[in-house]
């Protein structure tokens, strides 16, 4: 049990290593062993055919050799001595030691002693031979000893026959051994091989076993991950090689995935709370910029009516320019005729000197038309100052309508200054209608004196210049009595200009204030809007820091 735990500790490279080598070993022994047996047989096989070999060359060659070797030596053909029986004897009897040695089982020893013995008998005749021969004895004699050597080589020839014949049949039965036991080791090595074949298979599929198992419980849980099931149990492997390394990362990552995905799912549900609330805040400040987009139109309409009526004002105003340009020309022409006047009533003064004695009454009379006119002079004067003042204003009125028609000033300052000329063009009016009365009571005045002098005076023919002189100061005064009038009418309408213009300045105010209230409202509706976007920036900073952590999350796994 240990050794098969250690085995599975082990890689799958090593296992199949020793696993491929151990089948590889026992294919080899397999193999050796049938080697060896074969060679065994072959071994065998080859010393029963040496053996029959050497038992051939005893009764065939060896023997016609000797028994042609004697027959010559017996004929005188070769003698004795030279002769080549002793070698082919010595022959014989090796291949039968050969024979005997070869044979370890000693099957062969009583054919084999009996063959020798023959041998030896048949070297004592051969012997015998060679002393008949070496002592010169009959040739029947020599013949005689050649016939029982002739019947001892025949003897042999037998007993090398059945010597033979026994090697023969060892020979057959051994050839049936080595058939059957070929046979049974060609059984026995395909027993072996299929053996090893079988082990081979028992090892395959126990590694497969190990391999194919896990994996394929990978590939389940893997397609149950791919469905979205992440409650797959774990793949447990306690070994410790490569499918024991991929079980447990495969542990790790679904576990990890699960984390994450569980994350995710935190994440996802942060990020809808989060979107529920963007949504809510940007409805909200959809609207307020609804609201604020009305505020703005309102004051758009504000804003229009008081462009029409600054226009308005300021066509007034050019209206009232045109008039107190007309003013200034008709106090241009009452001052030239107060300056005749002055003129002509000086030298009626002139003319008048010489009747002061008369009539002093007169003298005095003529200093009052004097100081009058000289105050009349001064009251033209003081209106002359006052229409350049009404010039300036106007001027000053026309710069600022220029300012309101291109939108560069603050309208609050415009309407202030605006108000402030109006003022001060009332006030004006009010200043030319007293002096224009003023001038009227001293017209008058004058008017009256002059008639109390002409009454005076008319009796006096010595007075007709000084009477024409004063008939034409009438004349000039009547003149300027009309243009006063004039004056006095022209300055009534300016003074209802100057209250159209207070009426549409007290509009442009209320349109201003209205403006105000609605820039106010704005203002509130915009702090409105601000926070809203403060709470949908808070919230967005947190959507983001969620979809951070989710990427970082997500950033453990590398695409």
Known sequence: MNLFSKLSDLSLRARLIIIFITLLLWLAIANIVQIYLFVGYV???NEMMKTITLTNSINGELKEQLDDEIREIVYGKVSFEEGSQYNLLSTMNS?????EADDTQERFTEEIADVRQILATNKEYIDKLGEEIKFNLPADQRNITYEYITIITDIVDDEVQQLLHATLQVSEEAKTNIVDNIKRDIILY???????????????WYISGNIVKPIHRLRENANEIAQGNLTVDAVVIPSKNEIGDLCRSYNRMSNNLKDIILSVRSTNDLVMLSSKDIHQSILENRLAGEEVANATQTISMNLHEQDELVKQAVSTFDELTHKYEE???????IHRHSNKSLELA???EIETEDLIKQRQKNEMIVKQVKNDAVDLYETVNQMDRNINLTNQITREAKLLSTVINTGKGDIDTILERIEQLAKEAELT????????????????SITEQIDIVHNELSYKNSTDKIRNSFSSINSVNSNIQLEINNFTREMQKVFDQMNDINLMIGDIEQSSKLSKSEVISIASMGEEQLATLEEVSEASYKLVEKIQKMKDNIRQFKV
Do not use: C, M, P
């Open 43 to 45: 071994r065998e096989y």
């Open 95 to 99: 291949n039968l030691d050969q024979i």
């Open 190 to 204: 395909a027993i072996a091989f299929a053996a090893v074949i079988l082990l081979a298979i028992i090892f395959a």
């Open 327 to 333: 003013i200034l020309s008709k106090s241009v022409q």
């Open 346 to 348: 000086n030298q009626g």
């Open 429 to 444: 009016s009010l200043q030319y209608e007293e002096k224009v009365t003023l001038v009227q009571n001293f017209a008058k």
